[in-house]
């Protein structure tokens, strides 16, 4: 199993232009969910999709930020326009969590991807 | 409001020693508690889970206890070696929903020494 696949793995940007970040999650998998990791903030979840519907995205930080995920294979993260305070590095994660005909407990385990170390000069 | 707290200051332990860390808890009922390790450069990796109606969990050289009353989980990594060094951070679902969000400690840096 290859695990979560991000790319790019390092990105470094100018102020103001757009950056997609890109995450393919384990087969078989249908929860995903995309965090940012900072020194300040430590890890927070951003957003998190079942079934590719969108779950909660109270964590997306500004309506700069967006995601999407147009299969069960794979999700954008998008940042337009990009500021310096949003580098960081991203992760996307994927849990076999049962969807809305699921138990009552969501305890499956999340595997996260290598991240992308994202730089906004 | 809610808040999740880990040991601040990095732990540095002698190889061969038993390691602690804490993960305190508030205005939380969690059905579960998750611990991961973190590597410089690398995503978090899943080590334990342990539910509320369990005290205690163990796998190879890790044990987790939780405590409920206390609100308070606390990881030991007995015989420690060097290669145990790493960030560990504690997660919990803040959710009664069950859609398996996390919300994650700070973290633990956890040095061991020869």
């Known amino acids: 199993d290859a695990g979560v696949i991000q790319s790019p793995r390092h990105e470094v940007t100018e102020m103001g232009q757009e950056v997609t970040l890109r995450c393919k999650p384990i087969?078989?998998?249908?929860?995903l969910f995309w965090y940012r990791q900072t020194m300040m903030r430590g890890l927070e979840l951003l957003i998190y999709?079942?079934?590719?519907?969108?779950?909660?995205d109270s964590g997306m930080p500004e309506d700069r930020f967006s995601a999407k995920m147009p299969n069960a294979s794979f999700s954008t993260l998008k940042i337009q326009p990009s500021e310096p305070r949003d580098s960081a590095v991203y992760f996307c994660a994927s849990s076999g969590l049962r969807g809305l005909a699921g138990g009552p407990f969501g305890t499956d385990t999340q595997y996260f991807g290598p991240g992308t170390r994202l730089t906004v000069l | 409001s809610q808040k999740i707290e880990q040991n601040s200051e990095a732990l540095n332990i002698q190889e061969g020693k038993t390691a602690t860390l804490t993960c305190n808890y508030t205005n939380y009922s969690p059905a579960y508690l998750q611990w991961y390790r973190q590597d410089p450069g690398r995503g978090p990796v899943f080590l334990l889970l342990?539910?509320?109606?369990?005290k205690e969990k163990r796998k190879e050289r890790l044990k987790v206890t939780f405590d409920t009353t206390l609100k308070q989980s606390l990881f030991h990594i007995t015989a420690s070696q060097p290669a145990d060094s790493a960030t560990y951070l504690c997660a919990l679902d803040p959710t009664t929903d069950s859609w398996g969000k996390l919300q994650f400690g700070a973290g633990t840096q956890v040095v061991v020494t020869p």
């Open positions: 999709f079942n079934n590719n519907v969108p779950i909660d």
């Open positions: 342990i539910r509320e109606n369990e």
């Open positions: 087969s078989g998998h249908n929860s």
